[in-house]
């Protein structure tokens, strides 16, 4: 194992328990056999996230995340154009090789453990960032402009 000799000994080892109890959520989550299995839908969903989000909720996230899930999520260039939450199951099923139900089973559970780490006002705002779809892979609602703003529609 590397260590950084800039971290104190008992830092590293913090966050590295930290990361290792988020591989056991998403472990748990995702019902996935092994440690390295879920650390693969670790990386991969947190690097495809990384390739969204920008600004303040970025950063954010990343201060909320152990060590090392934050680096594989600010190690990414955002995109210039922001996937939908389809379009981004679809892309890491693409980059991954695995099924769309898998893909999409794989970041719901990342999410979850994300979720947990930045609590829910953090994650209000990184929806408000996102294009459509995502509300739902982090297991809320999706919510209609309309819903959004409170105005009702009228009656058909």
């Given at each position: 194992?590397i260590?950084d000799?800039r971290v104190p000994?008992?830092?590293?080892?913090?966050?590295?328990?930290?990361?290792e109890?988020?591989?056991e959520?998403v472990?748990?989550?995702?019902?996935?056999?092994?440690?390295?299995r879920?650390?693969?839908?670790?990386r991969?969903v947190?690097a495809?996230?990384g390739r969204q989000?920008?600004?303040?909720?970025?950063?954010?996230?990343?201060?909320c995340?152990?060590l090392?899930a934050?680096?594989v999520?600010t190690?990414q260039?955002?995109?210039?154009?922001p996937?939908?939450g389809?379009?981004?199951v679809k892309?890491?099923a693409?980059r991954?090789?695995?099924?769309?139900a898998?893909?999409r089973?794989?970041?719901?559970?990342?999410?979850a453990?994300?979720?947990?780490?930045?609590?829910?006002?953090l994650?209000?705002?990184i929806?408000h960032?996102?294009p459509?779809?995502?509300?739902?892979l982090?297991?809320?609602?999706e919510?209609?402009p309309?819903?959004?703003t409170?105005h009702?529609?009228?009656?058909?």
């Amino acid at each position: 194992m590397i260590t950084d000799v800039r971290v104190p000994l008992e830092h590293q080892q913090l966050h590295e328990t930290a990361y290792e109890q988020m591989l056991e959520k998403v472990r748990y989550e995702g019902a996935y056999p092994t440690r390295e299995r879920a650390e693969e839908s670790v990386r991969l969903v947190l690097a495809g996230l990384g390739r969204q989000l920008t600004g303040d909720e970025r950063v954010d996230l990343a201060a909320c995340l152990p060590l090392e899930a934050a680096r594989v999520l600010t190690a990414q260039i955002p995109d210039t154009q922001p996937l939908t939450g389809s379009a981004f199951v679809k892309d890491l099923a693409a980059r991954s090789g695995a099924s769309l139900a898998t893909t999409r089973w794989d970041t719901g559970s990342v999410f979850a453990a994300v979720a947990a780490h930045a609590g829910p006002d953090l994650i209000t705002r990184i929806l408000h960032q996102l294009p459509a779809g995502y509300a739902l892979l982090f297991g809320r609602a999706e919510l209609t402009p309309a819903a959004q703003t409170g105005h009702r529609h009228p009656e058909a």
